[in-house]
């Protein structure tokens, strides 16, 4: 059974959005050729920080916007089949995933829930720049994806809105 009475603000919400809705005839396709792989968390808005629109772009989001290897995989989906020719990765300030070492989530968690987490990697960044420049090259270096695949990074910062290309370290 559907548990209604948890989601029912989630479900009213969704009625109301349909109301108005009106089918753009989207493809799937990314008509910009775009895939954005960002953080999951809920202060990033990546369509509007980019300028685009619904059907413009890919969105891939996980916690710290780390290039795992289900993001190689959806990349691969996305640039044989969905039209993307171009990938930005942006992870974002104070994110939650760069507070702190794999060791002290894992305890964190453990303390808040008494759930041990440690047979999951967590996939924390120390230094913010040294994981996009290693994400970055894993994508560039994947043996799947196509050679010409231009991949660029970017930080964005929650306060201004603002992307910050990133030239390296």
């Given at each position: 059974m559907?548990?209604?009475?948890?989601?029912?603000?989630?479900?009213?919400?969704?009625?109301?959005f349909?109301?108005?809705?009106?089918?753009?005839?989207?493809?799937?396709r990314?008509?910009?050729?775009?895939?954005?792989i960002?953080c999951?968390?809920?202060r990033?808005?990546?369509?509007?920080?980019?300028?685009?629109?619904p059907?413009?772009?890919k969105?891939?989001?996980?916690a710290?916007?780390?290039?795992?290897?289900?993001?190689?995989?959806?990349?691969?989906?996305?640039?044989?089949?969905?039209?993307?020719?171009?990938?930005?990765?942006?992870?974002?300030?104070?994110?939650?995933?760069?507070?702190?070492?794999?060791?002290?989530?894992?305890?964190?968690?453990?303390?808040?829930?008494?759930?041990?987490?440690?047979?999951?990697?967590?996939?924390?960044?120390?230094?913010?720049?040294?994981?996009l420049a290693?994400?970055?090259?894993?994508?560039?270096?994947?043996?799947?994806?196509?050679?010409?695949?231009?991949?660029?990074?970017?930080?964005?910062?929650?306060?201004?809105g603002?992307?910050?290309?990133?030239?390296?370290?």
């Amino acid at each position: 059974m559907f548990p209604n009475d948890v989601f029912a603000d989630v479900i009213s919400a969704n009625q109301e959005f349909a109301k108005d809705f009106e089918d753009q005839k989207l493809t799937g396709r990314a008509k910009q050729g775009l895939a954005i792989i960002t953080c999951m968390d809920s202060r990033i808005n990546p369509l509007a920080m980019v300028g685009m629109n619904p059907g413009d772009v890919k969105i891939l989001r996980n916690a710290g916007a780390r290039v795992t290897d289900d993001v190689l995989r959806t990349l691969v989906l996305a640039t044989w089949l969905l039209n993307v020719n171009r990938i930005l990765v942006i992870p974002h300030t104070e994110c939650k995933m760069a507070s702190g070492t794999e060791e002290q989530v894992h305890k964190a968690i453990f303390e808040s829930s008494g759930i041990d987490t440690r047979s999951i990697e967590i996939r924390t960044v120390i230094d913010q720049e040294a994981a996009l420049a290693i994400d970055i090259q894993r994508i560039r270096s994947f043996h799947l994806l196509p050679e010409n695949i231009v991949v660029g990074g970017a930080i964005y910062d929650v306060h201004t809105g603002l992307i910050k290309p990133f030239n390296g370290i």
